[in-house]
Every structure is written in C-alpha cells, then in structure tokens.
C-alpha cells in the first residue's frame, strides 16, 4: 500500500501527464525537481531523471506500476527518456533509472528481448560550456540504453523535432531555449495545451540564467507560441495556470531592471567617477540588506554585459564589481 510521502509526490495532470518529483527539495529546486511521464499508455517518455536521490526510484516505480497504464507486454515502461539541460538535478538520476527500467522488464518475465531507452538531449558541441556541460552527464554501462547508429549514448535533439506521445496523434515539439544553459529545451504538449518549460521559467519565484541577452531571446521565443498552449508544466514549482502572462511578466522583470540600470548611470556619480558595477548595485538595492547585494551584482553584471554587446554602454576598465561603465545610447 502507498504511504502518504509517496502519494504526495505522484500527481496526474492530464491523461497523458504524470508528474513524480525528485526528492531533493531545497531553496533553490523548491519542492524539489519535477521529472514527468509522458503517454496515454505503455511505453512512456520520461522527462528528466532527477538529482539522483534514493528515494526517487521507488516513487517512481510505484508511479509506473499503480499510475501508469501497462497495457503492451511487448514494450518496456519506458522507451525514451529525454533530458531538458546538463544540470545534476535533472540528470544526476540517470544511472539508476535506467537499473530501475531493466529490473521492472526482468520481473515480468516477458519472452519478447528488452528495449533499452533511447536517451535525448539538445546538442551543445559549438557551445563556450560545451566540455563541462557534455561531461556532466556520465555516460552509463552499455546495454542499458540504446545507443545511435553511430554508437553514442545521446541522441540529438533539434529545434522544432516532433518526439511520439504514446496513444495520442499529437506528437510533442521540442522549442530549443537557451540561455538558463546553452542546451535548455521546452516541449509543446499539445493535447494539454501545456507547455514544459524546465529551469527557463519556474513554477514559483524567478529562474537564473547564463547569458541575458540569449534568455530574454528564449523567453520571447516561448511568448510567441502562446497561442498554442494555456499552462506551463515547470522543472521545479507548481504547475502555472496562466502560462504566457507569466513569461511576460518575466521578460518585463528583466527590462525594468535594465532601465533602472541605464537611469543610474545616465546620471552624474556623487563621486565625480563613472558608473561602478558596485555603485549601480548599491543605488538600485538601497533599501535591500547589503547580504542580498552579492548575488544581485552577479544579475546587474549581466545586464550590463548584454546592453555592451548591443552597443548601448562601454566597458572603461577595471575588474570584478570596481568595472566601470559609460552610457552610449539610451534605452
């Protein structure tokens, strides 16, 4: 019988939608990573793996033997796993999912031969990160996953790729998001009028990013399907009724940042000197606790990296938060 911890951490959110968290709750995953079992019956695309803890796997047995439908005795519980991003908490669990698949097959005593996982990921080999991000993901033994045609653990993902949802016509589309990493992906759900939007947008507080001026782009680029999807199913936080109003209101978040930042340094420095990151931080955030102005001078430095590379400000020198900034165009 299910206890009550197991029960909280399985939810169906639509015919084809189950949502099984990671249990690796924290301030900075919220209730913890949300991995997702995509299909209306047997085999399932999992999306994600989680942080790796132990108690992910039995949870996630218990969701695909009591939750999910096992209707094709031929066909594995899952036969496709597709991973949003190269950060651990949405990979780490990739090794023991993959146990976890092969001792269910064994246990059914099926005649038919088992059908390792196809493993997806969106490709970053001409990416700056591309070395750290491709080997975060250890590649696991052979034979528990099914490789390319050229022999590789991970099949490329591609902006616009239609991927199979099991028992339903409408397949999902893969919207490449960079910009949180250099590798994030959304999937369309249609049939859910549901959009899966992993660590670009949350379903609680605001998302980290890597590189500004490419996540504003990204967050644009999901604006413009609104017109295809009404929720966002989140990698971490609750599921967002009010999908594209949240996206907006992200992207104007980042612009109203902005033009507090040109505001501060369009106006003369009470020190006589141009603009330093720290005294733009330390203007903006005046009436925030000095704790908060560190991780806020990582945000601010950001902002200003994107308006030099649009040519609206300039770099005069310095290093770290002492760089100092002249204001070229306005917003």
Request: glycine share 8%; aromatic share 6%; charged share 20%.
């Amino acid at each position: 019988m299910e206890t009550l911890e197991v029960l909280a951490s399985i939810t169906r959110l639509s015919d084809r939608v189950v949502r099984v968290l990671g249990q690796n709750p924290s301030k900075f995953t919220l209730q913890g990573t949300n991995t997702y079992l995509i299909g209306e019956r047997n085999p399932y695309t999992l999306i994600d793996t989680g942080e790796g803890k132990d108690a992910y796997i039995p949870i996630l047995e218990s969701a695909l033997r009591d939750t999910c439908k096992l209707t094709n005795q031929d066909e594995p519980h899952i036969s496709d796993i597709v991973i949003s991003h190269w950060h651990r908490d949405h990979t780490g669990g990739l090794s023991s999912v993959l146990s976890l698949l092969r001792r269910m097959w064994d246990e059914r005593n099926t005649p038919a031969p088992f059908k390792p996982p196809r493993i997806h990921k969106f490709p970053i080999a001409h990416a700056p990160s591309s070395t750290a991000a491709n080997t975060a993901i250890v590649p696991p033994p052979p034979g528990t996953y099914s490789p390319t045609a050229d022999g590789a653990f991970l099949h490329d993902l591609a902006d616009g790729q239609l991927l199979p949802i099991t028992g339903s016509r409408s397949p999902m589309q893969v919207i490449h998001a960079p910009g949180h990493t250099a590798d994030s992906i959304s999937l369309h759900i249609p049939d859910d009028s549901a959009l899966y939007t992993a660590d670009t947008v949350l379903g609680q507080g605001t998302a980290v990013f890597g590189d500004l001026g490419t996540y504003i782009s990204s967050l644009r680029k999901l604006l413009a399907f609104q017109s295809d999807y009404t929720v966002l199913y989140p990698g971490h936080g609750p599921v967002v009724a009010e999908g594209a109003k949240l996206i907006g209101t992200y992207i104007a978040h980042r612009l109203e940042r902005e033009a507090q930042i040109v505001s501060v340094i369009e106006r003369p420095n009470p020190g006589g000197q141009p603009w330093s990151t720290w005294g733009i931080v330390s203007t903006i955030y005046a009436a925030y606790p000095q704790n908060l102005w560190e991780p806020a001078a990582r945000s601010v430095d950001q902002h200003l990296g994107k308006l030099q590379a649009e040519g609206k400000v300039k770099r005069l020198g310095g290093e770290g938060k002492d760089v100092k900034w002249e204001l070229l165009a306005k917003l």
